[in-house]
Structure formats: structure tokens, C-alpha cells
């Protein structure tokens, strides 16, 4: 069995996934195998329409297949994943009959609108990507804007996925360097799984691991490759965010694909942070950064031992439930969403008790704990040139943050999810505000 026939016989959602150059033309045969008897309503927009669109239809056609009147969003403005979009794919559907299924060809955007579509009236969809740009085509969720105001939306993957990495290179370089800094994400949120799973908080799932974290390092090897149009290259990078997709629909979490990196992201998406030219930085570009900033905490954080010694000094510096619950409170303006950190942050926080034992684990695993995440870690200065090298930003101004305020993110960033990361590791054992502090100068 292949990587990939392992990864798709425990993932829910998604049968099949095709990957490599040239594969646009066996579209046919998968449509029919995945959706057999349905009728395809290639959903686009201008640009994917020139580069992909139309030789997706014609395959198709010329196949037997029955192809609906394609929809065709305009490229200026581009598609939104709001619902007014959302609205536009499921009449297209609707029109089309109860045999119509979408075939989403595009970016995030384009396959978010199908997957959410497809998903409301209950038929399956297949997804042909025209750049490697997310991890979340594979995913089961869709984050689309309602009101103003952007939620991630339950929907199945897609059935089936077809990535021609020709197609793929055609891609502006921006799309691919996000795709890039997302799978590179991977390498810390492997690190951060690591301390979860040593410390108790959430054991590894070998499987998982097996087919996202061992090939993790060789999907990402050439990143000067991807604007060279090297094939195998891009087709490696959109195979590892397929991958972690499937691992997502294997576990119903999205632990393989993030760790405290992306909430980082997250917390520069609530403060609605701009790139120096006022537009938003795509998700790639926040967790790129969010990935250099836990890097750096990690190899300061195991630079440290932590032993039986340092267990009275972390106790003695644990916050009493109300300084805590105080001083989340002094990260963020009052309102509802304040409210619910404020309820999720005090969820986590444990009592003396149960810091006393995760301390004294911590210290008794710390040889193991710290050689596992060094091994698993690619150093700051080695991330930041593959970084580089992708076209990836490499500093927090260029989005839109300024050095000094990473360390305020840091602190946000520990308290808006459950899951449990880096940051909680070193706000347990007292030591966030030094290694956070560090990040307004390593850049
Ligand atoms: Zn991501």
C-alpha cells in the first residue's frame, strides 16, 4: 500500500486523489469512478477557467460525461467565500437537477464555496486544485463569511481531488510560497503534538503520524524548486497538504495540521492585521511567521533544562485563579468573544495540584521530551532561509506586525484554544514572558 492508499482507507470523506503532472486527463475516469451517473457543473472563475476550466470540461465531455452550463465567476472582483457566493453555487446546483455535482476548479476560495454548496444539499463534489496554496482542500470545513463575520462551517471533504502539478505551477508565486509556510507549519505543530503527547495532554496517533510527520521533511525540500517549475517538487508540497487533509478526516481534529503557529494566525485574524500595501496577509503568510515565532520559543524553551530543582520556583510564580483570570482579561477589549477566551483559558488552567505532577513529569521526561522536539524541529535560521528561498515573508512587519507586539501575541495566542501547545508548556513552568519577549528581537 502507498502513503497515500494509506492515509485514504481511514480517511471519511475522500476516495481518491490523484497528484502529478499531466493528470488532467485521466479527470474522466475519475469522475466516473467516484461520481458514476452524475452530470458535472464545473464551477470557476475567469482565471481558473483559462488555466484549467475548460480542459476540464472537454475532458469530460468528450468522455460521455453530462456537463451542465459552466458557472464562471469574473476574476475582478475575485470570489469571496461569503454567502452571497455560497448562494450562487447551490442554485447552479439546484438548476442543474439532482444528478448535478459540482467539480470545483480553483484555489481555496472556489473549493470552500463548492464544498459548503455541495455539502447543504447533501451530494458529494470533486475538486480539481489550480494551486497549491492551502491545506484545506482536503479538510472538512469550510470558512466562509456571513454577516461580516467569518466562521469555519462543518461540510465533507471532497470525494475526490485532482492536483495536475503542471497546473499547479501556473499558479502566482504568492499562492505557492502560502502553501509552502502552511505545510512547513507542520514541523513545529509535529514538535508541539510531541509535548502534548509526552506530557499526557494528547497521545500521538502512530498512523497519523506515520503518513504526515515521517515524509513531512522531504515534501518540503526544495523550496527554491517551486518557483523554478519543478513538477516533483509541487507535486510534493500539494501531496503533504492533501495528506494532512486526510490525517484531519482520520482523526476528526485538526491536531496534524497546527499547532500554537496557527494560533498565532488566529490571534492576527482577530486584531485584523494588514500587510504594509493595507491588504489582508493570506493564512500561509501568518502561520510562516507563527512557525519562525514557535520555533524560536521551542529551541529557547529546551535550551533551559527544566528539573525536580525548578519545580518550587514555578509554583511559587503560579498566578492564583483570579491574577489569571485578571490578567486574560487585560489582553483583550470586553465583549461576548472576550468573555468565551476567557471561559476556554480557565478551562486549561490547572489547579497546584495538577501542576505539581505535570511538573515533576515534565522534569523525569525532559532528556527524551527535548532530543524528540530538537529532532523534529528544523532550526530557526534553516526555516527562515527555506522561507526565503519559497518567497514566504520572514519578518512580522511584513504582516503588518511589529516586532515588539509578537510578545502580547504570544500571551493572546495561549489562551483562545483548548489545544495544548508550547505556549502552555512555558506559561506552566513560568516561562513565557522570557521566551516571548525574546521574539521582538531574533528577526
Ligand atoms: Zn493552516
Not at 384 to 398: L, N, S, V, Y
Amino acid at each position: 500500500m502507498t502513503l497515500i492508499e494509506q492515509a485514504l482507507s481511514t480517511a471519511t470523506d475522500t476516495r481518491e486523489f490523484l497528484v502529478g503532472p499531466g493528470v488532467i486527463t485521466e479527470l474522466d475516469g475519475l469522475f466516473k469512478r467516484n461520481l458514476p451517473g452524475a452530470k458535472a457543473l464545473v464551477v470557476s472563475d475567469e482565471t481558473t477557467w483559462r488555466v484549467a476550466g475548460e480542459r476540464v470540461r472537454d475532458n469530460l465531455c468528450r468522455a460521455g460525461v453530462g456537463c451542465l452550463e459552466p458557472l464562471i465567476f469574473p476574476a475582478e472582483p475575485a470570489p469571496y467565500a461569503d454567502t452571497d457566493f455560497l448562494g450562487r453555487v447551490r442554485e447552479a446546483l439546484e438548476t442543474g437537477g439532482p444528478d448535478a455535482r459540482a467539480v470545483a476548479v480553483g484555489a481555496g476560495t472556489i473549493n470552500d464555496l463548492c464544498k459548503r454548496a455541495s455539502y447543504e444539499l447533501e451530494r458529494p463534489y470533486i475538486c480539481v486544485a489550480t494551486a497549491a496554496s492551502v491545506d484545506g482542500y482536503a479538510s472538512f470545513g469550510a470558512p466562509i463569511t456571513k454577516d461580516g463575520f467569518k466562521k469555519t462551517w462543518p461540510c465533507s471533504a471532497p470525494r475526490a481531488i485532482l492536483a495536475d502539478s503542471e497546473i499547479l505551477l501556473t499558479a502566482p508565486r504568492s499562492l505557492t510560497a502560502s502553501g509552502y509556510a502552511d505545510l512547513a507549519a507542520k514541523i513545529p505543530g509535529g514538535a508541539d503534538w510531541i509535548i502534548a503527547d509526552a506530557l499526557g495532554e494528547h497521545p500521538i496517533r502512530k498512523d497519523v503520524w506515520e503518513t504526515t510527520q515521517v515524509p513531512l521533511l522531504g515534501w518540503l525540500d526544495n523550496p527554491a524548486g517551486l518557483a523554478a517549475g519543478d513538477a516533483k517538487a509541487m507535486g510534493d508540497l500539494f501531496t503533504g497538504l492533501a495528506m494532512t487533509g486526510f490525517a484531519m478526516q482520520t482523526m476528526h481534529d485538526s491536531r496534524p495540521a497546527s499547532g500554537a503557529e496557527h494560533l498565532f494566525s488566529h490571534c492576527w485574524e482577530m486584531i485584523d492585521v494588514r500587510c504594509p500595501d493595507g491588504t489582508h496577509p493570506s493564512h500561509g503568510d501568518k502561520v510562516g511567521i507563527g512557525s519562525l515565532c514557535t520555533t524560536h520559543m521551542m529551541e529557547s524553551f529546551f535550551s533551559r533544562r527544566f528539573s525536580r530543582s525548578d519545580i518550587d520556583a514555578a509554583m511559587a510564580a503560579y498566578p492564583s485563579p483570579e491574577a489569571r483570570k485578571a490578567s486574560i482579561e487585560a489582553l483583550f477589549a470586553p465583549g461576548p468573544m472576550r468573555d468565551e477566551i476567557v471561559a476556554t483559558a480557565m478551562g486549561k488552567f490547572i489547579s497546584p495540584e495538577a501542576l505539581r505532577v505535570r511538573l515533576e513529569r515534565l522534569a523525569d521526561v525532559w532528556d527524551t521530551l527535548a532530543a524528540k522536539v530538537k529532532d523534529r524541529l528544523l532550526p530557526f535560521a534553516e526555516l527562515r532561509r527555506r522561507f526565503e528561498e519559497a518567497g514566504c515573508p520572514t519578518r512580522p512587519e511584513q504582516i503588518g506586525v511589529a516586532p515588539e507586539d509578537v510578545l502580547v501575541c504570544a500571551k493572546m495566542a495561549q489562551t483562545i484554544r483548548k489545544r495544548y501547545t508550547i505556549l502552555d508548556l512555558a506559561f506552566e513552568t513560568g516561562r513565557l514572558d522570557s521566551i516571548s519577549a525574546e521574539l521582538a528581537h531574533i528577526w
